[in-house]
C-alpha cells in the first residue's frame, strides 16, 4: 500500500493535500510511506471531542445461536421465541447483537479475509482502476481523500454491489472482470459466493426481527427479496499515532442491515449509554446491526446506533461489511401493525434510492442522516 503524489480530478475537486504542518503535497492514502514519518498528515487528526480511547468497556451484545431457527417450522419453537426476545431486547436499546451457528462456510469465510489481503496489498495504479468516483458508493477509496478534506479515516475500502434479483445474478463477479481484468475472476467468485450467502442470511435474520416486532414473519423477508446491497471491505494499516486518528468515523449505517465480520483485532466500538463500548472480535459470529433505512421500517422502534472503528499501532485489521438495502424502487414504510394512535409515522415514505444519492452527494453520514434526510424530503419542493 502506498502514499504517492498522483494527482487525479478526484483532488482537484477537494484539493486535499499531505499537511504535516510546514511541507505540502498532494494527498493520496499510501501507508507504507505515511509510516516512516513520525507523525501523521493533519488531515487525519481528528478534533478533540471526537478523538479516541482505545480501553473502553465492552459492550454485552447478546450472542443469537441460529441453530434451531434454521430448521425451524412455521410456528416457532420456543428457542425462536427466546431468540426474538433477546433480539427486541437488542434493538430497543442499540441495534446490536451477534449471531453464531448462522451456516456460513468457515472456509468462504478465511478466503474473503484472504482475497481481501491480496487486493490491498497490490500496486495502487491497480486499485485505482476501480477508483470510486465522487457521488458513488461503489468502488476503491484510499481513505476518502478524493471526498473529503478533514477528519479522513485512516484506512483503504473497497465497495461493491451486490443484486439478489434473478437476471442479474452475477453481479459481483461482472464487476471484478469487468473492472479490474480477467485475473480478478478468482476474486468475483469468492466475493459472489459470499454476498449470496450473506444475502440469505440477511433474509433470515429479517424473519427474526419480523418475529420480535410482532409482525408476519415472512413481512420483511419479502421486503428484501431482490434486494440492491453493497458488500465493503475495510482494510486499517497499523498507524504510528492510533491516538489521534480513527478508522472509520463515528456514524450510523444509513443502510437496512449490516452483517459484520471483524478479524481477530480489536476495533470496533459503538456508542451507547453515552460511552463508547468495544465489541470483542469472535470470528465464529457476525456482528449484526441495525440501520437506518430498517429503523424507519420499524418507525422508530429498534435503533440504528453510532459505532466507529479505531486503529493500533501494532496490528493491520480487516472487516468484511455486508449492508442489506432493498430494491432502489421500493417504498420504506412501516407496517401497518407498527402503527396506532399513539406511535404516528415518524418519517415519510421514501425509496432506497433516493436516500442512498442523499448520503453520496448531500450529506456525510454521522448520527443524524435519517433525521436530516427526512427534513430535506419534507421541506424539498416538489
Ligand atoms: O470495521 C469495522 O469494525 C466497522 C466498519 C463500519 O462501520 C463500516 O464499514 O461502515
Not at 441495525?290 to 479505531?310: E, P, Q, W
Not at 450529506?363 to 416538489?382: G, H, V
Request: net charge negative; proline share 7%; aromatic share 12%.
Amino acid at each position: 500500500m502506498a502514499v504517492s503524489c498522483v494527482t487525479t480530478s478526484l483532488e482537484e475537486e477537494v484539493k486535499p493535500r499531505l499537511d504535516f504542518g510546514n511541507i505540502q503535497t498532494p494527498l493520496i492514502f499510501n501507508p507504507s510511506i505515511l509510516n516512516l514519518q513520525p507523525n501523521i498528515p493533519n488531515q487525519f487528526i481528528w478534533p478533540d471531542d471526537e478523538k479516541p480511547s482505545i480501553d473502553v468497556p465492552e459492550l454485552e451484545v447478546p450472542l443469537i445461536d441460529l441453530k434451531k431457527f434454521m430448521s425451524d417450522p412455521v410456528s416457532p419453537s420456543s428457542s425462536t421465541l427466546e431468540a426474538s426476545r433477546l433480539i427486541s431486547e437488542a434493538c430497543t436499546k442499540h441495534g446490536f447483537f451477534l449471531v453464531v451457528n448462522h451456516g456460513i462456510n468457515e472456509a468462504l469465510i478465511s478466503d474473503a479475509h484472504e482475497y481481501m489481503g491480496r487486493f490491498f496489498d497490490m500496486p495502487l495504479s491497480v486499485k485505482q482502476r476501480v477508483l470510486r468516483k465522487p457521488g458513488e458508493s461503489c468502488g476503491y477509496a484510499s481513505s476518502f481523500t478524493g471526498r473529503f478534506s478533514t477528519k479522513l479515516p485512516w484506512k483503504e475500502t473497497l465497495s461493491f454491489r451486490f443484486s439478489d434479483e434473478k437476471s442479474l445474478s452475477k453481479t459481483v463477479e461482472d464487476y471484478f472482470c469487468d473492472a479490474l481484468g480477467h485475473g480478478f475472476e478468482p476474486f468475483g467468485k469468492v466475493y459472489q459466493e459470499y454476498c449470496e450467502a450473506m444475502s440469505s442470511l440477511s433474509l433470515k435474520i429479517m424473519e427474526l426481527l419480523g418475529l420480535s416486532l410482532g409482525v408476519n414473519r415472512d413481512y420483511f423477508r419479502e421486503f428484501f427479496e431482490e434486494n440492491d446491497s453493497i458488500m465493503r471491505l475495510n482494510y486499517y494499516p497499523p498507524c504510528q499515532k492510533p491516538d489521534l486518528t480513527l478508522g472509520t468515523g463515528p456514524h450510523c449505517d444509513p443502510t437496512s442491515l449490516t452483517i459484520l465480520h471483524q478479524d481477530h483485532v480489536n476495533g470496533l466500538q459503538v456508542f451507547v449509554e453515552n460511552q463508547w463500548r468495544s465489541i470483542r472480535p469472535n470470528p465464529k459470529a457476525f456482528v449484526v446491526n441495525i440501520g437506518d433505512t430498517f429503523m424507519a421500517l420499524s418507525n422508530n422502534r429498534y435503533k440504528s446506533c453510532l459505532h466507529r472503528a479505531v486503529v493500533n499501532c501494532e496490528s493491520e485489521r480487516k472487516s468484511l461489511a455486508f449492508f442489506l438495502c432493498p430494491r432502489k424502487d421500493r417504498v420504506v414504510k412501516p407496517p401497518r401493525e407498527l402503527l396506532d394512535s399513539i406511535t404516528p409515522r415518524r418519517y415519510p415514505d421514501f425509496t432506497w434510492s433516493l436516500f442512498l444519492e442523499f448520503t453520496q452527494k448531500h450529506y456525510r453520514a454521522d448520527m443524524n442522516t435519517l433525521q436530516a434526510f427526512s427534513d430535506w424530503l419534507t421541506n424539498k419542493p416538489i
